[in-house]
């Protein structure tokens, strides 16, 4: 029941984009994407709601499919601050919720 | 606005021994979750409160575990008696609403070590 995340890890030049994806095997309907930086917590980026809905956040943006229960995190123009591990969290329709199995993104100059 | 309190932000102690970790939350929030972090188990929820009621304690491992929550502003994690594979990081985290809802806010962690 945990999401699973693709890829499990990415390593970009500062400037590339990337994209981070999550996929549950239970129907969901709210999707939840956090950053957690080596020796801290994770920190809430942002949260869709609604089926096919877009957010974003800085140069952070991510999309929600809901019919396919599938998220993706887009980083455009990486900065080195957007180094750590992404996670999705899923809130699926049986009211329970899930961490993914993390992301870890390394920006380089 | 203070954040997510946790202590002991480190505990090292031998097993067998009982461990304790606490948990203030934001003031407002009426959920409040306990996770394990490990490298081979990620990030796992072990039990969730929604109004210091638990709802969902299905992630507890054992019965060496348990949780309380006696009011709005402090919860407990407790682990009695304590083995090395209980090594991880716990965080706290809350929000408010209920589960999946509402962002959570975590806790800076507390690291144990079970020798």
């Known amino acids: 029941q945990q999401p699973v995340q693709s890829p499990q890890a990415v390593i970009l030049r500062e400037g590339e984009d990337a994209v981070i994806n999550c996929s549950s095997s239970k129907a969901l309907y709210s999707v939840h994407w956090y950053r957690q930086k080596h020796g801290e917590a994770p920190v809430f980026l942002m949260i869709?709601?609604?089926?096919?809905e877009q957010k974003g956040h800085e140069k952070i943006s991510a999309s929600f499919n809901e019919k396919k229960q599938q998220s993706s995190l887009y980083l455009t123009a990486s900065q080195l601050s957007y180094s750590g591990t992404y996670f999705c969290?899923?809130?699926?329709?049986?009211?329970?919720?899930?961490f993914g199995t993390g992301t870890s993104l390394t920006v380089i100059p | 606005d203070a954040g997510v309190i946790q202590s002991p932000r480190h505990e090292v102690t031998e097993m067998g021994q009982e461990v304790t970790l606490r948990c203030k939350p934001i003031?407002?929030?009426?959920?409040l979750f306990w996770y394990r972090q490990t490298m081979m188990r990620g990030l796992e929820l072990l039990i969730y409160?929604?109004?210091?009621?638990?709802?969902?304690d299905s992630g507890m491992p054992e019965d060496r575990f348990s949780a309380k929550m006696p009011n709005a502003s402090f919860s407990t994690l407790k682990i009695q008696p304590s083995e090395p594979r209980d090594s991880a990081v716990y965080f706290c985290?809350?929000?408010?609403?209920?589960?999946?809802?509402?962002?959570?806010?975590f806790g800076d962690g507390t690291r144990l070590s079970i020798l």
């Open positions: 409160f929604n109004n210091n009621v638990p709802i969902d």
């Open positions: 869709l709601l609604k089926g096919g």
């Open positions: 003031s407002g929030h009426n959920s």
């Open positions: 969290g899923t809130a699926n329709t049986g009211n329970q919720f899930y």
């Open positions: 985290a809350s929000s408010f609403g209920v589960r999946g809802n509402q962002p959570q806010h």
